[in-house]
């Protein structure tokens, strides 16, 4: 008996599109195309929708306007991918993008759980091919939220910043080196951040 290998079937982001138009996902199943792939997303436990909801209301009063925050909307990342982060920012209005999915966001969000891995690996480096400036994520495991500067070269790279969001005002400055080890800086901050720390 003969044996074949199995094979995928990769998906464009036109091919993607298509399918939703003409009805073969229903409006709000959860997926995503990610790097040709179509990938289901995970369930939101309660702290994860309260994450979203919070990230959304700070950034929305921290921005003003001229920025719009979506959460959940689909972006135009590439040919291959049209992620919907948890929450993305860009400038403009919901009007700027009533004919077409932004795809240059200036922030991406994700809050993480049990996708922690797979957000930081998997989709961080999908941001970095596509060469966006910052890459955020609210780790709800390590209760930090991880910040990813200028990621190139289609991996994430360093943790340029990780603030702690449990126990009042204490701040905690992680540098992650390429290697992984971590070594606490109280001070130093990416040149971006430096000005508007308190």
Not at 91 to 106: K, M, N
Not at 154 to 162: C, K, Q
Request: glycine residues 8%; aromatic residues 8%.
């Amino acid at each position: 008996m003969a044996t074949y290998p199995v094979r995928t079937r990769r998906w464009t982001r036109a091919e993607y599109d298509r399918l939703i138009d003409i009805g073969v996902f229903l409006p709000g199943e959860p997926l995503e195309l990610l790097g040709g792939e179509l990938i289901v997303s995970e369930p939101q436990g309660s702290a994860h929708y309260t994450a979203i909801g919070l990230v959304e209301d700070a950034l929305r009063s921290a921005l003003g306007p001229g920025w719009l925050v979506r959460s959940q909307g689909p972006i135009e990342l590439d040919d291959e991918s049209e992620p919907e982060p948890d929450i993305a920012v860009m400038r403009g209005d919901r009007r700027s993008y009533s004919h077409r999915h932004p795809s240059r966001p200036a922030l991406v969000l994700e809050v993480a759980e049990s996708s922690l891995a797979f957000d930081r690996e998997h989709k961080g480096s999908l941001y970095a091919r596509a060469r966006l400036d910052d890459y955020w994520i609210v780790n709800l495991v390590d209760r930090v939220v991880e910040i990813y500067r200028r990621p190139r070269s289609g991996h994430v790279g360093a943790v340029w910043l990780a603030l702690r969001f449990e126990g009042g005002p204490e701040r905690r400055v992680v540098r992650r080196a390429p290697g992984g080890t971590r070594s606490p800086h109280s001070r130093q901050r990416p040149p971006a951040l430096e000005r508007s720390s308190p």
